[in-house]
């Protein structure tokens, strides 16, 4: 697996928790590896590893901490180009959720060996929306609800998540079920095309 999405773990646990508890996380974790280069590859198994770890130290669960990843992969400084290929989904949160469907293919475009979970958008009505997590690391299905979240109040939109299990066929996929209550909620974060310079 790329060292993105490890990298990605690295940096929340540093941005969030500071340098010794990542150190104290490695050493847990026992995979000798402090920082994660990321283009490199690695084995699947340092992810898993790193996370209960990291849950471990935070007495938490993996998935509560997985769902902190994505509320940080769209609201920090560092994590800012995550949030512009999420923003450029659509002008509303129903555009960016029903754009979800795409985003699979569009980051295999600029990473092909990224392994990204496929998503499936079903729209139930104007305000009712499931997202399927297809994926063979479920972990990925917890990051979800959070970058959802951070997206909502991106858009200044207030919602209702709810993650779960689902069993389509023979196959097992996360399901995020999300219901709009108020576009207008809040002011929204803004965004352009061109990104701002710092210092302006």
């Known amino acids: 697996m790329y060292g993105l999405v490890h990298r990605a773990l690295q940096c929340f646990s540093q941005d969030t928790y500071g340098d010794v508890v990542w150190n104290k996380v490695v050493a847990e974790a026992g995979v000798q590896v402090h920082e994660y280069e990321a283009m490199l590859f690695y084995p699947d198994h340092h992810l898993d590893d790193v996370l209960l770890a990291l849950s471990s130290l935070l007495d938490k669960t993996p998935a509560q901490v997985s769902e902190d990843v994505g509320a940080y992969l769209v609201t920090h400084q560092r994590m800012e180009a995550v949030r512009r290929l ?7 949160f129903e555009e960016f959720v029903l754009s979800l469907d795409e985003l699979h293919d569009r980051v295999k475009l600029a990473l092909p060996e ?70 207008d909620f809040a002011t929204g974060r803004g965004f352009g095309l061109v990104a701002e310079e710092s210092g302006r």
């Open 86 to 92: 999420l923003r450029f989904g659509g002008t509303t």
């Open 114 to 183: 990224l392994d990204l979970p496929e998503l499936e958008v079903e729209a139930h009505s104007g305000s009712s929306f499931s997202v399927l997590v297809k994926s063979e690391h479920h972990r990925f299905g917890a990051v979800l609800p959070g970058m959802l979240r951070a997206m909502a109040d991106d858009f200044g939109t207030l919602v209702m998540l709810d993650l779960g299990m689902s069993t389509l066929g023979s196959d097992d996929v996360e399901r995020a079920t999300i219901e709009l209550f108020e576009t």
